[in-house]
């Protein structure tokens, strides 16, 4: 089982970037497909983005062309750089993991979750 552990949230005004990152334990990034939800409040959690095991990467309608997702083997991490943040990006951010033969799109794939960290983009 892997242990993953969100950093980078905070606060930042609209038309800003963060830089989210995901550090797993207990096995390593490059066994697992890796991907990026979010959840705000009274919402369902949402896809943003994952990359699988052999590195295909996909993203969700809302924030195509402005996130990329990328994966760090050495360093066991996961990155979600966000640029031109909306404030409809404002939400918790959870990173998860899966098994390395499957490809996130849904929370249904996931088998390991983060505990999340907030988002919030002022307008």
């Known amino acids: 089982q892997v242990q993953l552990v969100e950093s980078g949230g905070g606060l930042v005004q609209a038309g800003g970037s963060l830089r989210l990152s995901c550090a797993a334990s207990?096995?390593?990034?490059?066994?697992?497909?890796m991907g990026w939800f979010r959840q705000a409040p009274g919402k369902e959690r949402e896809f943003v983005a994952s990359?699988?095991?052999?590195?295909?990467?996909y993203y969700g309608e809302s924030v195509k062309g402005r996130f990329t997702i990328s994966r760090d083997n050495a360093k066991n991490t996961v990155y979600l750089q966000m640029n031109s943040l909306k404030p409809e990006d404002t939400a918790v951010y959870y990173c998860?993991?899966?098994?390395?033969?499957?490809?996130?799109?849904?929370?249904?794939?996931?088998?390991?979750w983060g505990q999340g960290t907030q988002v919030t983009v002022s307008s």
């Open positions: 998860a993991a899966a098994q390395r033969w499957t490809t996130i799109l849904s929370t249904a794939d996931v088998s390991s």
């Open positions: 990359i699988t095991w052999s590195g295909n990467i």
């Open positions: 207990g096995r390593t990034v490059s066994s697992y497909a």
